[in-house]
């Protein structure tokens, strides 16, 4: 099995196996910046000096990336960026009031902010002690609670 970037030439077969898998949503647009890596496993294996001894999960040597024609695709993996939000807010600084309208100004200059840099999407994820005050009044501010799927997290290490 050998394991390279994405090419626009895979969409295709890309598209296949999206389509199988039955998910109710789109595939996303490839294109988008925002995804930062693009790696696609075959069937195949590139022969070359540099790859020689590769383990299956070890990326290969990218001028290799030119003999993936015929391989293949099995799988593929993308990460987008995305954002996560954290609020510090001074509780001891004025009213209630005053605090509110501190969150509402830094809210609407941090979503400025992300969107000119090209992110698509913040998410916030709230301590338990005050997700149901506090996600009434994001509610209100326009996000949305999504229990829709079940998230997971990795830590990454240097390996």
Not at 37 to 44: A, E, I, N, S, Y
Not at 63 to 88: D, M, P, V
């Amino acid at each position: 099995m050998q394991i390279r970037e994405y090419h626009e030439s895979d969409l295709q077969s890309l598209r296949a196996i999206h389509a199988a898998q039955g998910f109710a949503y789109p595939l996303p647009d490839l294109r988008n910046p925002l995804f930062v890596t693009k790696l696609v496993l075959t069937d195949g294996y590139a022969a070359t000096p540099a790859n020689a001894g590769l383990q299956i999960g070890a990326l290969c040597d990218r001028s290799a990336n030119a003999q993936h024609g015929s391989h293949k695709i099995l799988g593929a993996a993308f990460l987008r960026l995305t954002a996560e939000a954290y609020l510090l807010l001074d509780p001891q600084a004025g009213t209630p009031r005053d605090r509110w309208r501190v969150l509402l100004t830094l809210h609407a200059a941090t979503a400025r902010d992300a969107w000119q840099r090209g992110l698509e999407d913040v998410h916030a994820w709230l301590p338990p002690p005050i997700a149901t005050k506090f996600g009434k009044r994001l509610a209100n501010l326009g996000w949305q609670r999504d229990d829709t799927w079940t998230p997971y997290c990795r830590r990454l290490t240097a390996s």
